[in-house]
């Protein structure tokens, strides 16, 4: 078993959150919505819906990610969704205005799969190296990923106004593509049984995860803690999943101007990336039980304040709340799993678990626009949002512990 190598965890680090830094374009996609449309003659409504099937490939991005990554290595997987998600987003540069439909060949199905594919062998190969600090590196993951819109959407706005959709699409393709095929070539996961030099498990209270043999993907979704971790990925986010197209239709509805509007919205995205990393290193502290029931709490304040609060103040707040709340579970899931399954092969178990996820953006929003329109109002769809979010965090605290083998044991 290599316990120590000559691999450098920080630089592995580093090389993981460039890439998700630049993976993280895909939540500043809602910035080419409106040129796109202007360009091909389209409604807005319509370009938006090829962001919208986007989201639909990611998570099966993320389910080939972590295959490729076990099967083949973190650099062949990392350099598989770089050249798929930056191609996309070059190619759509390059689609004719005669042929708009091709972007939902280059638009939702690439750069929604590479991205998944990038997205998930980064994060994973940066955990793998910290089993004793891994809230943190899944925290810095997150919030890197969370907070690169504030970076990217600027610089992809500021494009599209100087040099027009089609180029900025083009110099943001090869910018992306560049950066994470040179930090993912020389990626890797750490090793099975890894150790970080200078560990002392004598003067430490917890055992290193990666000490305990690893459940593969089938195994994984054969066992009680993933479907409690499917379950939370599927119902946690309906509040986020209401409020995230009406972030600031919501505030206008109220009667309060476009600015603060704005505000809102930059409030959510800041309390998004501050609670991915605050609360994800965290974890390391009080455990990621502890870290999701905080995460709820935020969730279910934000519904309170939704549904009674008619001021700017508890407005805002809410949107801070959900931010943090919803933020924050995204830096839980990879330490769940890890815990419950060794980080081998985590990448995969967690796409599979994304799938949760994926099937609630198609579901709570259409019976979210149904309770709006019916009942003329949003509480009754904050109140699913409150049953929801409650089942999720109690089926995060009722995550089973499993009984993994430790690796020496079944090398004797």
């Known amino acids: 078993m290599q316990n120590q190598l000559t691999v450098n965890r920080n630089a592995m680090l580093i090389r993981s959150l460039i890439i998700m830094l630049f993976a993280g374009i895909i939540n500043s996609t809602a910035v080419f919505v409106s040129p796109l449309a202007a360009y091909y003659g389209w409604e807005t409504a319509a370009v938006a819906n ?37 191609a996309g987003l070059l190619l759509t540069g390059l689609v004719p205005k005669y042929s708009p439909w091709l972007i939902y060949i280059t638009f939702s199905f690439m750069i929604g799969l590479g991205n998944g594919i990038a997205y998930t062998a980064a994060t994973y190969t940066a955990t793998s190296w910290f089993p004793d600090k891994i809230g943190l590196a899944s925290g810095l993951c997150m919030g890197i990923n969370g907070g690169s819109s504030a970076f990217l959407a600027p610089l992809c706005s500021y494009l599209t106004y100087a040099a027009g959709i089609k180029t900025c699409l083009l110099i943001m393709g090869t910018l992306c593509c560049a950066a994470a095929i040179i930090c993912g070539y020389g990626l890797q996961q750490a090793p099975k049984g890894y150790v970080p030099k200078g560990w002392d498990s004598s003067k430490s209270n917890k055992n290193l995860d990666s000490s305990f043999e690893s459940y593969n993907a089938s195994e994984a979704v054969k066992t009680r803690p993933f479907w409690h971790v499917f379950i939370c990925m599927a119902f946690f986010p309906t509040l986020y999943l209401i409020m995230f197209p009406r972030f600031s239709v919501f505030i206008t509805d109220k009667g309060f101007s476009v600015v603060l509007a704005t505000l809102g919205v930059s409030l959510y995205n800041i309390a998004s990336s501050v609670g991915r990393l605050g609360l994800g290193a965290l974890i390391d502290k009080i455990g990621y039980k502890k870290i999701y029931a905080i995460c709820w ?41 890890t815990k419950s399954f060794g980080p081998m092969y985590t990448g995969a178990i967690y796409g599979f678990a994304l799938l949760g996820y994926m099937v609630s953006t198609q579901v709570i929003p259409r019976i979210s626009n149904l309770l709006i329109a019916s009942t003329g109002g949003y509480q009754a769809s904050f109140t699913v949002a409150l049953v929801l979010c409650t089942i999720a965090v109690a089926s995060m605290i009722l995550v089973p512990k499993l009984d993994r083998k430790k690796i020496m044991e079944n090398k004797n």
């Open 297 to 337: 709490a935020c969730n279910i304040g934000s519904a309170f304040m939704l549904i009674f609060g008619n001021s700017v103040a508890s407005i805002l707040t809410a949107y801070i709340l959900i931010g943090a709340g919803f933020g924050a579970t995204n830096s839980v899931y990879p330490v769940t799993l």
């Open 50 to 86: 090829v962001g919208s099937t986007m989201l639909l490939f990611w998570p099966i991005g993320s389910i080939i990610g972590g295959k490729i990554m076990a099967a083949f290595g973190a650099k062949k997987a990392t350099i598989t969704g770089a050249v798929l998600f930056g």
